[in-house]
Every structure is written in structure tokens, then in C-alpha cells.
């Protein structure tokens, strides 16, 4: 998704991430290099964050939204550059809705 908008949670419709900061990773999923409030991060240590991930979920209804990574610095020109996050998401887990409705 390339338009402006706000990428909802598909199990409550909590707003979780801004299309602003998504950016493409050459992963596969959604990527994006910041989160709204609406996202919980699993408390880690560093290592494992740099290396496998945290997990991501849901703040309203604990849904699994995805993983943390700790390398978006390697993403030179994104959002995640500046950040150093990459929020590694399951597109099935979020619902887009544009700015201009």
C-alpha cells in the first residue's frame, strides 16, 4: 500500500502504524521503521533483539502482529535508517485505511 493512512490492527481496529514510516525491505512483509502506540513490544534483551526478534502484538487485544528487528540501519535511504527498527509485520494481522477515506 502506497497511499497516506494509518494501518489498523484487523482484530480490534486499533491504530498501529503510519503509512509514512513504512517502508520496503525486500523482505516480503510489511515493513515499517516506527510504530503508534497501539503496538506492544515483548521486553527483550539486546542480543535477541538484534538477532531473532521481538515479538509484536496488539496493545487493545493481544493479537500477534509480527516481529522487532534491531537492523534498520542496514535499510540506508528508509525511515528505518533513522530509526534503527524494522517492524517485520503479518500483512493479514493489519487493515489500511487512507487519509483521504
Known amino acids: ?8 490492527c484487523a482484530g480490534c481496529d486499533t491504530p498501529l502504524f503510519d503509512s509514512a ?10 515493513s515499517f521503521a516506527d510504530s503508534l502506540e497501539g503496538v506492544e513490544v515483548e521486553q527483550v534483551n539486546l542480543v535477541q533483539l538484534t ?15 509480527g516481529d522487532l528487528f534491531n537492523d534498520g540501519y542496514i535499510f540506508v535511504g528508509t525511515p528505518a535508517a533513522t530509526t534503527g527498527k524494522r517492524y517485520c509485520i503479518d500483512g493479514a494481522a493489519l487493515i489500511f485505511k487512507p487519509a483521504d477515506g
Request: aromatic letters at 10%.
Open 1 to 8: 500500500e502506497k497511499r497516506e493512512g494509518i494501518f489498523h
Open 21 to 30: 514510516m513504512k517502508f520496503r525491505s525486500g523482505t516480503g512483509w510489511p
Open 51 to 65: 538477532m531473532g526478534g521481538a515479538e509484536l502484538r496488539c496493545k487493545t487485544c493481544g493479537g500477534h502482529l
